[in-house]
């Protein structure tokens, strides 16, 4: 499935913005009784089990695409553009606050992207019938099936895609290309996911980068190949 510009237009507000029912998690759920046996597994694995434990998930809206710029720079999600790439670190936060402010827009951090991981592990076991252990290889090891990356499988991969490709459980553009989010311990920007050039199972959906810097001449180059993570409140 593809959101294109003529349908996401039809959508309405909470299919836009659906809720990451993240605060439905429970440790009894039959994907978290899972053996993880990779790195980026054991690490999301180690995550939600953290969170479920401690208590007070919080369910949290994450748009169903990825967002794009408008003429002016601003942030708008529309199916059918280009993802909003090399927006420069020092304004991804305040863009993301100025998206909409009445629902507190803003990056999203590393722990509520595990969570919706968790989620997105949770649809593939319960409503699409993977196996516990193909969902979580799908999520964490080898993500060609429902993500753009160089080894895509169905449908082919061409390259960079425009926003609203590969729906899965309401959501799109899971790989395409990485996802900009804030570490919860140090607020440094960091990027998750795959990318339309990465190769699995070398990146996956889990897969996490080195904090990006804010002044480097690496800088350009990295957030040239992402996009800002933005949630809002329910």
Same mark, same amino acid.
């Given at each position: 499935? @593809?959101? %294109?510009? &003529?349908?996401?237009?039809? +959508?309405?507000?909470?299919? &836009?913005?659906? @809720? @990451?029912?993240?605060?439905?998690? *429970?440790?009894?759920?039959?994907?978290?009784?899972?053996?993880?046996?990779?790195?980026?597994? /054991?690490?999301?694995?180690?995550?939600?089990?953290?969170?479920?434990?401690?208590? $007070?998930?919080?369910? !949290?809206?994450?748009?169903?695409?990825?967002?794009?710029?408008? #003429?002016?720079?601003?942030?708008?999600?529309?199916? $059918?553009?280009?993802?909003?790439?090399? /927006?420069?670190?020092?304004?991804?936060?305040?863009?993301?606050?100025?998206?909409?402010?009445?629902?507190?827009?803003?990056? $999203?951090?590393?722990?509520?992207?595990?969570?919706?991981?968790?989620?997105?592990?949770? !649809?593939? @076991?319960?409503?699409?019938?993977?196996?516990?252990?193909? #969902?979580?290889?799908?999520?964490?090891?080898?993500?060609?099936?429902?993500?753009?990356?160089?080894? *895509?499988?169905?449908?082919?991969?061409?390259?960079?895609?425009? %926003? $609203?490709?590969?729906?899965?459980?309401?959501?799109?553009?899971?790989?395409?290309?990485? &996802?900009?989010? +804030?570490?919860?311990?140090?607020?440094?920007?960091?990027?998750?996911?795959?990318?339309?050039?990465?190769?699995?199972?070398?990146?996956?959906? #889990?897969?996490?980068?080195?904090?990006?810097?804010?002044?480097?001449?690496?800088?350009?180059?990295?957030?040239?190949?992402?996009?800002?993570?933005?949630?809002?409140?329910?």
């Amino acid at each position: 499935m @593809v959101y %294109t510009h &003529k349908t996401w237009a039809k +959508l309405a507000f909470q299919e &836009k913005f659906p @809720v @990451v029912k993240a605060s439905e998690l *429970s440790l009894k759920d039959s994907f978290m009784r899972f053996d993880p046996n990779t790195e980026n597994q /054991i690490l999301l694995m180690e995550s939600l089990m953290s969170q479920l434990e401690r208590g $007070g998930v919080q369910d !949290f809206r994450r748009p169903a695409i990825d967002p794009s710029l408008d #003429a002016d720079g601003n942030i708008i999600y529309m199916a $059918g553009m280009q993802p909003a790439l090399g /927006i420069l670190p020092e304004l991804l936060e305040q863009k993301a606050k100025n998206f909409m402010p009445e629902f507190n827009s803003r990056i $999203g951090k590393n722990q509520e992207y595990d969570l919706f991981l968790g989620v997105l592990i949770k !649809f593939l @076991v319960e409503k699409r019938n993977l196996p516990v252990k193909m #969902a979580w290889a799908e999520v964490c090891f080898d993500s060609d099936l429902i993500a753009n990356t160089a080894s *895509s499988k169905i449908p082919d991969s061409n390259g960079m895609e425009d %926003t $609203g490709s590969r729906v899965q459980g309401g959501w799109a553009d899971l790989g395409n290309v990485q &996802k900009i989010v +804030l570490d919860d311990r140090t607020s440094q920007f960091l990027c998750r996911g795959c990318m339309y050039t990465a190769r699995s199972p070398y990146y996956s959906l #889990a897969s996490k980068s080195v904090p990006i810097p804010q002044i480097d001449i690496t800088t350009e180059k990295i957030i040239k190949k992402a996009t800002p993570w933005i949630i809002m409140e329910v």
